[in-house]
């Protein structure tokens, strides 16, 4: 999605066009990108931030339960308490809420850390029986709380991004050692367009199989819909074959 600075309006709007159309293609579960209400635009964060993520959940929840489609909310800007968050909602098929997650991580190289507060709860959640977690950009430069995230189980590992073309090949490294430790998918959406200081976001969302395999690379600076199958049986002998949760040495380490 290519997420316009600090026009929420529109974005909605996108949101509920892109939503639409894919889950007409009998999707299961739609995965959105980072921040895409109104894009990082902190400064106006008193005016645009989602009073209590009301307007956010209320929308997700009647796409989800109308369109009979699973989706992971990318992350939107919200005012919870008086406080700002990056915060993730995860609807299912009914329209009932699994999951809210606020970043942990915050970004100082994009002033996030001066606007917003850290979340500080882990999101994990099941959709059509698949366990799952989801963490938001910058959060998987931190392999120890994926792990932590992962190690009871999650098969499948979203992150929602906006992270910017000079940084993508790491992007892109990163997310494939995510996969391949946690022997896990990894559905990685990252958002294309301008942001506010030059920052260029040329998308390249990846999805990735549990041994690092690229299943699907967006074609950069494309918005669109770019859809994948998971062969979820094949975790099960990947994990069998080399148990590397099994074999955590947590004596030694946290
Ligand atoms: N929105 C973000 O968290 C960006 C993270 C990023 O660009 C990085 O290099 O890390």
Redesign the pocket.
Known sequence: MDVKYAQAEVNYERVQQLVTEAAAAKTDIIVLP??WNIG?ALDQLNELADKEGNRTKTFLAELARKLEVNIVGGSVATVKNGSFYNTSYVFDRKGKLCSEYD?V???G??H?DKWITAGAKANRFVLDGIPATGV??????FPEWERSLMHQGAKVLFVS????EQ?IE??EIMLRARAIENQAFVIAVNRVGEGPEGDHFNGHSLAIDPLGNILLRAPDDKEGIFDVNLDLDSLEAIRGEIPVFLDRRVDLYD
């Not at 938001?136 to 430069?141: A, E, G, L, P, Q």
């Not at 991004?161 to 910017?164: E, L, N, S, T, V």
């Open positions: 980072e921040m990082y970043k991580h915050l970004f190289l994009m996030e938001i950009c910058y959060d998987i430069r991004a906006q992270w910017p940084r790491q992007w």
